[in-house]
């Protein structure tokens, strides 16, 4: 059992991400219908298997993606400029290059630079 509200509203709680890692070890032709058979083993040593279903386990990852974007954006919104996103946007299209997002902002910073220091210029202080 979790603490965690959110997961303990999923069909699937906290296995979410280990049963897609399963699913995704499939090859196409060995799923049928909407399950697949996960094989685990527990602290015990005992061996089970459980048979998880395709569109519920969508579902879930669903809600948890949806719960994850939303705290992202919640953060991003809260931290303001204080933390520069790891991607950043320039004209529709997405680098990791913060030279490059200086260089579209107007500010002309060439070759390879320390995060601080582009962040800072970035910001307008150009010492």
Known sequence: MTNNKL???LHYGDNV?????????????DIDDNDFDVYGEHESGAEGTASVGIVELA?????????LQAELQER?????????????????EFTRDIC?????????????V??????RFF???KS
Do not use: C, M
């Open 76 to 92: 991003r919104r809260a931290d303001g400029l204080k933390h520069l996103p790891e991607v950043y946007e320039i004209d529709g």
């Open 7 to 9: 997961t303990d509203e």
């Open 17 to 29: 991400l280990w049963f897609l890692s399963e699913l995704a070890s499939f090859e196409p032709d």
């Open 59 to 67: 579902a879930d990852a669903v809600k948890l993606i949806a719960k």
């Open 123 to 125: 910001k307008g202080d």
């Open 100 to 112: 490059a997002l200086a260089n579209a902002r107007g500010r002309k910073v060439q070759g390879y």
């Open 114 to 119: 320390k995060v601080e220091v582009a962040n």
